[in-house]
């Protein structure tokens, strides 16, 4: 299986690489467009501020090429943010996968919200074999909205989509790879995905 991390200056690559060598897989890390194309699924992580990263996006030409991918994608964090239509994060355009709109949590809210939460109402093949009120371990201080695309959810001031899937494309805002064992659970159903 080839598994291709993609590489735009703003992913948490370490401890995703990391990940999937204790499953096993060796993980190839690159912005080669035809080499994304080419992948058996593709781990689209990220870390940082969504107008920059949307910048490094557009700048290698990979805001085209994400969107028609066909294989299962998985994106992370930030990765998932980018996914939908746009975010309130210095009012940035995503990549529109998802029709949904990227909130910043209230000023009464601490923020980052960080650390362990559990997630709930879980849904798809993604989460097989998790339990609900599972930990996972978050970062983040804006937030994806309960929808239809919702396949979990968090509590943080207010409930929040902790994951997303429309069709081949799967989100967690959650840092699955820094989650334990339930973390590497959701990798491997990611991989395991027909």
Not at 12 to 41: E, K, P, W
Not at 59 to 74: A, C, F, H, N, T
Not at 89 to 118: Q, R, Y
Request: charged fraction near 20%.
């Amino acid at each position: 299986m080839k598994v291709v991390i993609i590489d735009y200056g703003a992913g948490n690559v370490f401890s995703v690489t990391t990940a999937l060598q204790r499953l096993g897989v060796q993980a190839v890390l690159s912005s080669d467009v035809r080499l994304i194309a080419r992948a058996d699924r593709v781990i689209f992580p990220g870390v940082g501020q969504a107008a920059a990263a949307m910048k490094q996006l557009k700048d290698k030409g990979l805001d085209r090429i994400i969107p028609q991918l066909e294989m299962p994608v998985l994106g992370i964090c930030l990765g998932m943010q980018l996914m939908c239509r746009f975010s309130e994060e210095e009012n940035t355009w995503g990549l529109g996968i998802f029709p949904m709109e990227v909130k910043k949590f209230a000023d009464s809210c601490k923020v980052p919200h960080m650390g362990w939460n559990t997630v709930r109402k879980l849904k798809t093949t993604l989460f097989q074999g998790i339990n609900p009120g599972e930990w996972m371990y978050f970062v983040h201080s804006y937030y994806v909205p309960v929808t239809a695309y919702c396949i979990a959810t968090c509590d943080y001031q207010r409930s929040f989509a902790a994951a997303i899937c429309k069709n081949n494309f799967y989100g967690c805002q959650f840092h699955p790879e820094k989650s334990a064992g339930a973390g590497e659970k959701i990798i491997k159903n990611f991989l395991d995905i027909v």
